[in-house]
């Protein structure tokens, strides 16, 4: 199935952020662009290379206008565990939604239902709730935090200059194309 374009649905998730928790909803995704990125598990081993990569960047995210949501089959409290036990999980600002029904994972069509947990889906969602770009990995398979990166950049360059478009590995200041018959077997 194809998600481009398509808009998210409405949604009620716990989160965990810094010792709290707080109800997070399609409306309070809405308005910026937003990163959500499923993983695994918690206490796993390429999930935390994963988040700790992308607390890393979470500054450069935010510059970007984008906030970044990580999503898992685990409680509130199961993530509250894994930042008490973890220094590299504990520093994480960024909300880690909870999704122990699989609500979100079967909404983006991500979760293992044998399993019970989610392959490592990345979604880019515009500020009107629509995506724009999305990937899934297999469970073994991480993730790049600067393709993430890059990858939100490009979308907001195209949302923004529409009649331009970004070549292979574009990154803000490169040069853009502008689609025509004039490039046409020039490229």
């Known amino acids: 199935m194809n998600y481009i374009n398509k808009e998210i649905d409405d ?9 709290e928790t707080m109800d ?3 409306q309070d995704v809405l308005g910026k ?14 999930c935390p290379t994963e988040l700790e990569a992308l607390q890393d960047k979470y500054e450069e995210f935010k510059q970007a206008g984008a906030e970044i949501y990580t999503i898992s089959e685990d409680t ?23 999704d122990p029904a699989g609500k979100l994972a079967r909404q983006f069509d991500v979760l293992d239902e044998e399993a ?13 709730g629509k995506i724009q770009s999305y990937t899934v990995n297999n469970m073994a398979i991480g993730r790049s935090v600067d393709e993430i990166l890059r990858t939100l950049q490009a979308a907001q360059f195209v ?15 490169d040069k853009t194309l502008k689609p025509g018959m004039d490039l046409v077997g020039k490229l």
């Not at 993983?39 to 796993?44: C, G, I, K, L, M």
């Not at 949302?159 to 200041?173: E, F, L, T």
């Open 11 to 19: 949604f009620k998730v716990t989160a965990y952020q810094q010792g």
């Open 24 to 26: 997070v909803t399609k």
């Open 33 to 46: 662009w937003a990163i959500f990125l499923f993983y695994p598990a918690d206490f796993s081993f390429i």
């Open 76 to 98: 509130e409290f199961v993530h509250k565990a894994w930042a008490d036990a973890s220094p590299e999980i504990g520093k994480i600002q960024y909300k880690m939604l909870a």
């Open 116 to 128: 019970g947990q989610a392959y490592r889906g990345v979604f880019i969602i515009d500020p009107d």
């Open 159 to 173: 949302r923004k200059y529409g009649d331009q478009v970004c070549p292979v590995n574009w990154h803000p200041g």
